[in-house]
């Protein structure tokens, strides 16, 4: 027995997507949601949860030139 195709919501615009060769921008539906998600990751409008190590890394190079 076969099973469904998976389908899954867009992660921009929530339009369901089968998980196919026929969309080959998934989990997106298109290129155009493909490059908005990657333009929020480049403004950092999403963010991995953390404490964020290379700021502190960075700072302590800063601190001791001066």
Known sequence: MSKPPL???CPVCKQQVT?????PHR?????RCKLI???DW????HRIAGEP???DLMSEDLEKKH
Request: net charge negative; aromatic share 14%; glycine share 4%.
């Open 19 to 23: 998980w196919n060769d026929k969309f």
């Open 53 to 55: 190590l290379l700021d």
């Open 37 to 39: 998600d990657l333009g």
């Open 7 to 9: 389908t899954l919501a």
């Open 42 to 45: 480049a403004s950092e409008s």
């Open 27 to 31: 989990p997106f539906c298109s290129e």
